[in-house]
C-alpha cells in the first residue's frame, strides 16, 4: 500500500506539472493582453514626445505659412489587421488655405483616409508629410462634449488660453448657437449636462465654434455636418473657407462639392480620382 500512494503522489505532480499552461491559460493571456497594451502604449508615447520634440523645433524656427501643406506620396491604407487594402498609391498635394472633399461608397475608406492623413490611423505604408499636431484639429461626426460650464466646452482642447467674452458671443452667434446662449442666460460659466442638453446639431456646431476660436492651419472635417440642415453647412462652410483655414472633408452630400477646390473619389477596388473644379466637372 506503500508502493502504491508514493505512485500516486507522483503521478498528481507529474500531472500537476504538465497541466500548468491548462490551469494557469487565462491568466497567462490575461498576462499576454497586458503586456501588448503596455507595449502599444509605450510606442504612442514615444511617437507623441517626438511629435512635442517637433513642435519645440518648429516653435524656434521661422516658417512662411506657404511652407505648411500636406502631401503624400504613393500612400496606401489597409484595415488594421493587415488583410484588406482600402486606397492603393494615393498621392496629392494641399496647400494652406485649400480644401478637398473625400466622397465615395460605403466601405471605400473615406473615414479612413482622413484619419491616416490626420495621424490618428497608421496600417498602411507610403510617405506622408503634414503639419505638427497643434496646427491641426479633427471634427469628428459626434464631437466630445466635457464637463463644465459652456466656457469650457467651447475653449476645448486648450481651455487655458484667454479669450474675451465678446470675443466668444460673437462666434456663437456666428454659428448659429445664440439659442444655446439663451439657455444659460447668456452666462458662460454656468455647468449644465452637455451631452445630453445639446442635440446632435448644436454639437457639431459647438465643434466649428472651437474651430473658429482657436483656427488650426488645416481641420479635418469626418461627416461633421451631417446633422445640419443645409443652411446651416453652407454657412459654417462659408465661414470655414473665410477663415483661411485649408480643410479636407469626408461627407456623402454632393452640396458639400462646392465648398471644396477639389474632389477625391474612392472606389471600393481601391483606386482613386482627384477633380479640381468638381463643381464644373460634375455641372
Do not use: C
Not at 479612413?112 to 505604408?125: E, F, K, Q
Request: glycine content about 8%; hydrophobic content about 40%.
Amino acid at each position: 500500500m506503500g508502493v502504491v500512494t508514493q505512485s500516486a503522489g507522483a503521478f498528481a505532480q507529474v500531472l500537476a506539472a504538465v497541466s500548468l499552461i491548462i490551469t494557469q491559460f487565462g491568466i497567462i493571456s490575461a498576462y499576454v493582453a497586458g503586456v501588448q497594451r503596455l507595449g502599444s502604449l509605450w510606442d504612442n508615447l514615444d511617437e507623441h514626445d517626438a511629435e512635442e520634440e517637433r513642435i519645440i523645433n518648429e516653435a524656434n524656427l521661422e516658417l512662411d505659412d506657404e511652407s505648411r501643406f500636406i502631401r503624400l506620396e504613393k500612400m496606401t491604407v489597409r484595415t488594421p489587421d493587415g488583410t484588406k487594402t482600402l486606397v492603393s498609391d494615393l498621392s496629392f498635394n494641399l496647400r494652406k488655405r485649400q480644401s478637398l472633399l473625400i466622397m465615395g461608397a460605403s466601405g471605400t475608406g473615406k473615414s479612413s483616409v482622413l484619419r491616416t492623413i490626420a495621424g490618428l490611423w497608421s496600417s498602411g505604408s507610403g510617405s506622408l508629410e503634414r503639419p505638427a499636431l497643434n496646427d491641426l484639429m479633427f471634427l469628428p461626426q459626434r464631437p466630445y462634449m466635457i464637463q463644465g460650464s459652456l466656457r469650457d466646452q467651447l475653449l476645448y482642447p486648450y481651455p487655458g488660453r484667454a479669450m474675451n467674452d465678446e470675443e466668444i458671443h460673437r462666434i456663437v452667434e456666428e454659428v448659429n448657437l445664440a439659442d444655446v446662449l439663451d439657455r444659460v442666460d447668456g452666462d458662460l460659466d454656468r455647468v449644465v449636462d452637455w451631452t445630453n442638453i445639446l442635440s446632435l446639431g448644436e454639437q457639431q456646431r459647438v465643434a466649428f465654434a472651437r474651430l473658429f476660436l482657436h483656427p488650426p492651419k488645416f481641420a479635418f472635417l469626418d461627416e461633421a455636418t451631417s446633422a445640419l440642415d443645409e443652411d446651416n453647412q453652407d454657412r459654417l462652410y462659408a465661414l470655414l473657407k473665410k477663415s483661411g483655414v485649408g480643410y479636407i472633408s469626408v461627407g456623402h452630400r454632393t452640396t458639400l462639392i462646392e465648398h471644396h477646390e477639389r474632389l477625391l473619389v474612392l472606389d471600393r477596388s481601391g483606386s482613386w480620382e482627384i477633380q479640381d473644379n468638381p463643381l464644373s466637372v460634375s455641372s
